[in-house]
């Protein structure tokens, strides 16, 4: 195989089962679209974990960074991750509470890009969906003190000292530093894949209250 990333190339063709990407097909809303597009990425065995994607945030210098987590929720508002408050992305969210989300889903030849303004989320959410954690990531929650510098024996020991706080059997509580952002979408593109790398490129924006669908040039 070649290992040259320069000389690979993969050409997007037409997938059975999956409907060309046209302005006559897209849902009214949004979310409607990204429903059905998340269903057909569930559907598809070659996905792993369909929730999974880029949360790219930065510091008010301009200093980006990015990294994978685990779409928990979307609804009229926008998408739902949990994370530590005081994480790296946490922190440059606190302090620019903007980011944006990116949903690959290469088996199928789509992605879902979306950009906007970050919020908490009520605390009654956080910790409706942290009582459903399994126990080994409710502690886990507790004892890492997310992004920074540690040695997996301080890493182990700080667990251990969890679990002794809460044996089994107790309900382990949402840490107070610990808990959901909302990214409130002002724009979600709908990428998919065509030959030539022509691909389809159609986004939803908000304009002043009003989505409009735009045609992006690949």
């Known amino acids: 195989m070649d290992s040259d990333p320069a000389g690979m190339r993969r050409e997007y063709q037409g997938r059975a089962g ?4 046209t302005e006559e097909s897209l849902a009214d809303t949004w979310l409607e679209q990204f429903r059905r597009w998340f269903a057909a990425a569930v559907a598809a065995e070659a996905i792993i974990e369909p929730n999974a ?3 790219a945030t ?3 210098a301009g200093r980006p960074s990015a990294r994978t987590v685990l779409l928990k929720g979307v609804d009229e508002r926008g998408f739902v991750f949990f994370t530590n408050y005081g994480s790296r992305k946490g922190s440059e969210i606190a302090a620019n509470p903007f980011a944006s989300l990116v949903l690959p889903w290469h088996p199928i030849g789509r992605q879902v890009i979306v950009c906007g303004a970050v919020e908490q989320v009520e605390r009654a959410e956080t ?3 942290f009582a459903t954690r399994p126990r080994e990531s409710q502690l886990g929650a507790w004892a890492s ?3 920074s510098v540690v040695t997996r024996e301080q890493l182990d020991a ?3 000292a969890v ?3 809460y044996p089994d059997g107790m309900p382990v509580p949402a840490p107070p530093g610990w808990g959901g952002l909302l990214v409130r979408p002002e724009t979600v593109e709908f990428w ?3 030959p030539g790398r022509l691909h389809d490129r159609l986004r939803y924006r908000n304009d002043g209250g009003t989505w409009l669908v735009e045609r992006l040039a690949p």
Do not use: H, I, K
């Open 145 to 147: 003190a997310q992004s």
């Open 158 to 160: 700080a667990v251990d």
């Open 18 to 21: 999956v409907a060309p990407l």
């Open 192 to 194: 998919q894949g065509r």
């Open 127 to 129: 910790e409706s969906y």
């Open 53 to 55: 994607m880029v949360v």
């Open 163 to 165: 679990a002794a706080r």
């Open 58 to 60: 930065s510091t008010p």
